[in-house]
């Protein structure tokens, strides 16, 4: 698995859980890690797992009344597919799975006015896929957000199937969760 070789190589540039944080929170900005931890690190044979607890500031926006929340820090902001069209195949360097899951801990003065639905987007061929997962359990919303690109190589007559997909991605993954303040 190259995406948990690379992973290794960088944490072993880092030398230390300590510098690695430190790496990360910069990549991140208003978000602070409270705990994390990797699983399969030493585990050549297995992908490499990260566990974290974080606090995400600057990810919300309020008015008097309402409450906008952007639930996903680490999430595509920009497609990498921005050309109108393409004459070269698309290659990625390996599979790719990215994985995250986020649970809000809502307050009880909150009021849940509009939250992002559950979506599941496949690539032809099952070439890749996206699913967004929404789950509400009383003050508590977890958000299941998965990426698979399982192909390498891409034809370029397949760059608007990717560049749509890519989009779509972006659009529900920017999707607010909006509370009334009561």
Known sequence: DY???????SYAEDGNMENYLSRLSKNFNGVTINSDSLINLKDV??????NADIEIQNQCFQTDSIVY???????LTVNPFKQKDRKYPITFLYPKEFKTTVILNVPNNYQAFSIPKSVRMKLPDNDGSFTLMVIVQGNRITLKYKLLINKTFFLQKEYQNLKTFYQYIIDKTSEPLIFKVL
């Open 3 to 9: 995406a948990a070789y690379n992973f290794r190589k």
């Open 45 to 50: 044979y297995k992908p490499v797992q990260e």
């Open 69 to 75: 929340i952007n639930a996903l820090p680490d999430r």
